[in-house]
């Protein structure tokens, strides 16, 4: 595996926080931070925030993204934004299957699927989220698990599609809970993903396409986790609202 053809991925997701004023604060604060990343650095806020993180962002190297999309261009579906709405304002990445839309919001692996093309299809980057439950973990079944989610939720994504797809590995039982994977764990279950890619895909794929690590990263553990061969950044909840903490975790991708 060549970890040096990737370019790692540090992503936020604000989750249900931070009003139209606190973005601009924050991006404003982040922005001199990060401004000599080398990783992408990316902030996926809540719909209603767009507007102030694109313009707090714009000339810097952060990009924005949002949360969640629909799968239909447009019709009766109140309350949902659709893939082409956000490239419409300037959106470039989307969040699709995260664990809390998958436990409080119903997602499925299939609804997750018709979300990630939707979005690549609308020329949005999908950090596709997978990751087992402690039930799951302790049935001895993450493996499997997170293969079938990963090839359901890419089922009709093309090869050279690839490259608006990012995997974000993130453990259920480390979201939001302070329970950080070990490196090892991280390593194991996105290694596992990238053999996944090489055989519904091949070799090639597999070797490109970003795999993050998410669940309770932060400034203390970012170091030892993206220093893994097959741990191409993170997907970070919490650690993302601080612009210091989120700055470190930055840092140590860029190494
Ligand atoms: C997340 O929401 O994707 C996440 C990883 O959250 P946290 O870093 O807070 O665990």
Redesign the pocket.
């Known amino acids: 595996m060549n970890k040096a053809v990737r370019k790692a991925v540090i992503a936020g997701?604000w989750?249900m926080n931070k009003t139209p004023a606190e973005t601009t604060e924050i991006i404003n604060a982040m922005k001199p931070l990060v401004k000599d990343a080398d990783c992408s650095v990316v902030l996926c806020v809540p719909y209603v925030d767009i507007h102030a993180a694109l313009t707090a962002a714009e000339g810097s190297n952060i990009e924005i993204g949002a949360e969640n999309c629909h799968w239909e261009k447009s019709g009766a579906y109140t309350g949902e934004i659709s893939a082409d709405m956000l490239t419409a304002m300037g959106v470039k990445y989307v969040i699709t299957g995260?664990s809390?839309r998958r436990q409080y919001f119903g997602e499925t692996d299939i609804t997750v699927n018709k979300r990630t093309l939707a979005a690549v299809n609308a020329g949005l980057t999908a950090i596709v989220?997978v990751g087992e439950t402690l039930e799951q973990r302790e049935q001895g079944i993450t493996g499997e698990l997170v293969a079938m989610q990963t090839k359901i939720a890419l089922g009709g994504i093309s090869k050279e599609q690839l490259n608006k797809i990012i995997i974000?590995y993130?453990p259920v039982w480390?979201?939001?809970?302070g329970k950080t994977a070990t490196a090892d764990q991280a390593e194991e279950v996105c290694a596992v993903i990238r053999e996944t890619i090489a055989k519904v895909y091949d070799n090639e794929a597999a070797e490109a396409l970003t795999i993050q690590y998410?669940?309770?990263?932060n400034a203390a553990n970012a170091d030892e986790l993206v220093s893994k061969v097959n741990v191409d950044g993170g997907?970070?909840?919490?650690?993302s609202l601080k612009a210091e903490d989120f700055s470190i975790i930055v840092k140590a991708a860029s190494k």
């Open positions: 997701n989750k995260h809390e989220c974000a993130e480390a979201i939001g809970t998410g669940g309770s990263m997907l970070i909840g919490g650690a």
